[in-house]
């Protein structure tokens, strides 16, 4: 129930879709879906808080995210601070363990919510990746982004319908002339590079008040500590994260009347996708290549540089 939410129809054709409508292939991946659940207890995992909450803010400080509004047609909108995230607070346990809380609450507590709201299945989001501050120092967290998509992409196939991606750097733009064509067709027509903030682009999809803070000025770019809790949806201050930590906590007083554990929760880490080996790959060499033909001394920094 879960992973389906009584739309068992629309759940098949995420994991058909995932793998190009292979039957054999997709039934494989639903089941190893299934097992990595029973095995990591990830049904029980909105019990689990983490605490204490200087921990949890931590967290959230450094793993930009946030649901910033709905567009029009009800799906959830995801704000990520790719750029801006450091990833430097805690363990990769406790950073996996958080995004894992965040995909269980979208697809058990708001996708539902909408679902009944627009009186349809919304089964997808919309997510706004911003790279405002991307610079050569974030290659130094590929694994651990690499791990989380690949959970992503193996447990919550199919889960986004389109991601927007604003404030883009020229670094940026170099890495993906050469990286979009390793993309399977299905995830191209997923991408859409805007430009600036993508504020007018993204207008003609969900409301001023459903725009990520960081795309309602143009060029305003992200702000990790907005000093408006409510207005900045990475800050636990927002209600987005306000209600998803008091639902686990919540559930886990529900579940057991001993004191709650500090500790992150451990899950079992996927191997990183061929397909993702050859994209980091192909970056890697390109930031070679733009390093070697500027002349301001970014060559020396890239010289050793291995993903």
Known sequence: MNVHQGYLTETLERFLKAREWNITKAHKMLVDCLNWRVDNEIDMMLTKPIVPVDVYRAIRDSQLIGLSGYSREGLPV?????????????????????????????????????????????????????????????????????IISTIDDLNYPEKTNTYFIVNVPYIFSSCWKVVKPLLQERTRKKIQVLSGSGRDELLKIMDYSSLPHFCKREGS???????????????????????????????????????????????????????????????????????????????????????
Do not use: W
């Open 78 to 146: 995801f704000a990520i601070g790719v750029g801006l995230s450091t990833f430097d607070k805690a363990s990769v346990n406790y950073y996996v363990q958080s995004h894992i809380q965040i995909n269980e609450y979208r697809d058990r507590i708001v996708l539902p919510s909408a679902s009944k709201k627009y009186g349809r299945p919304i089964t997808t989001c919309v997510k706004v990746l911003d790279m405002t501050g991307l610079k050569l120092s974030a290659l130094s967290q590929i694994k651990l982004l690499t």
């Open 221 to 307: 770019g992200s702000n990790r500590h907005s000093s408006n809790g409510a207005e900045n949806c990475y800050s636990l201050d927002h209600p987005f994260h306000q209600q998803l930590y008091n639902h686990i906590k919540q559930q886990a007083v529900q579940e057991s009347s001993r004191p709650i554990k500090q500790g992150s929760v451990h899950v079992s880490l996927p191997e990183s996708a061929a397909e993702g080996n050859d994209i980091v790959k192909t970056i890697e060499l390109e930031l070679h290549k733009y390093g070697n033909g500027n002349g301001n001394g970014l060559s020396n920094s890239l010289g050793s540089l291995k993903i």
